[in-house]
């Protein structure tokens, strides 16, 4: 069992720049696991933003925020971090924060662990 809290979120011009942190605790080792942030707006399903490998040596992006945001995280901490720069009213969503053991489910949006969520919200 995992439990993932994010923090971070808030409001923020467009332009400007965010970082949500995702802090992981349970009995398995942080490092066994795939992380990754989904974010999903009003009415619209769950999107997957990015996601690491346990390493840190694989990323992937969704082509909406390649260039601005930058998934990283850091095992001794047991958290990783999205750091949002650039940012446009379209990114407005509440951002959760995943893991899973399997970093493909976890791309494909199959994670077996969710965080509760933070709302991220840019104004025009």
């Known amino acids: 069992q995992v439990q993932l809290v994010e923090s971070g979120g808030g409001l923020v011009q467009a332009g400007g720049s965010l970082r949500l942190s995702c802090a992981a605790s349970?009995?398995?080792?942080?490092?066994?696991?795939?992380m990754g942030w989904f974010r999903q707006a009003p009415g619209n399903e769950r999107d997957f933003v990015a996601a690491?490998?346990?390493?840190?040596?694989?990323?992937d992006y969704a082509d909406s925020v390649k260039g601005r945001f930058t998934i990283s995280r850091d095992n001794a901490k047991n958290t990783v971090y999205l750091q949002m720069n650039s940012l446009k009213p379209e990114d407005t969503a509440v951002y959760y924060c995943?893991?899973?053991?399997?970093?493909?489910?976890?791309?494909?949006?199959?994670?077996?662990?969710w965080g509760q969520g933070t709302q991220v919200t840019v104004s025009s």
């Open positions: 349970g009995r398995r080792s942080f490092s066994r696991y795939a």
């Open positions: 690491i490998a346990w390493s840190g040596g694989n990323t």
């Open positions: 995943a893991a899973d053991a399997g970093y493909m489910l976890l791309v494909h949006g199959r994670p077996d662990y």
